[in-house]
C-alpha cells in the first residue's frame, strides 16, 4: 500500500473494462498502421464528406503550386508559414515521412487524404495538434 493509507490512482483503463477494451483496439489499430507505413502501404480510411474533402482537396491544389499533383517540401513549407504555422525544415521533412508512401520525396493526393482521412478518423481536428 501507500504511505499514509492512500491508494494509488489507476488508470481509468484499468478500472473500466468498456476503456481497456477501447485503449487496446487504438494501440492494435496504430500498431498496424505504423506496420503497413513501413512498408509503404494503408489501411483503407472512412470516406470523407464530400464537403470536408472538397476543402481539403481546394487546400492541396492550392499549395501544389507546380501543378505537379504533388506536395514538395517548399510548398508545404510556404503554405505552413503563409498561415503563420511555425515550422522549419526538420519539421517539414517528419510531415513528408508522415505522409509519403511511396517515398518519392512528396505528398501526392491521396496519401495527403489517407493522411488527413485517417487523423479525423482518430478524433484529431484538422487545426490544431
Do not use: Y
Not at 509503404?40 to 470516406?47: A, D, E, I, L, S
Not at 517548399?74 to 515550422?87: D, G, R, T
Not at 513528408?96 to 520525396?105: E, K, Q, T, Y
Amino acid at each position: 500500500g501507500a504511505a499514509g493509507g492512500a491508494r494509488a490512482r489507476r488508470s481509468p483503463a484499468r478500472s473500466n473494462p468498456a476503456e481497456r477494451k477501447k485503449a487496446v483496439a487504438i494501440l492494435a489499430r496504430s500498431c498496424l498502421q505504423s506496420w503497413l507505413h513501413a512498408r509503404g502501404r494503408v489501411m483503407h480510411p472512412p470516406k470523407l464528406s464530400d464537403a470536408v474533402r472538397r476543402v481539403i482537396r481546394t487546400w492541396f491544389d492550392l499549395v501544389d503550386d507546380d501543378s505537379s499533383g504533388g506536395l514538395d517540401a517548399a510548398e508545404l513549407l510556404a503554405a505552413l508559414k503563409s498561415a503563420a504555422i511555425p515550422c522549419g525544415d526538420r519539421s517539414i521533412t517528419e510531415m513528408i515521412a508522415l505522409m509519403d508512401l511511396n517515398r518519392d520525396g512528396e505528398v501526392s493526393w491521396p496519401e495527403f487524404e489517407a493522411f488527413l482521412t485517417h487523423e479525423l478518423a482518430a478524433g484529431k481536428a484538422l487545426l490544431s495538434g
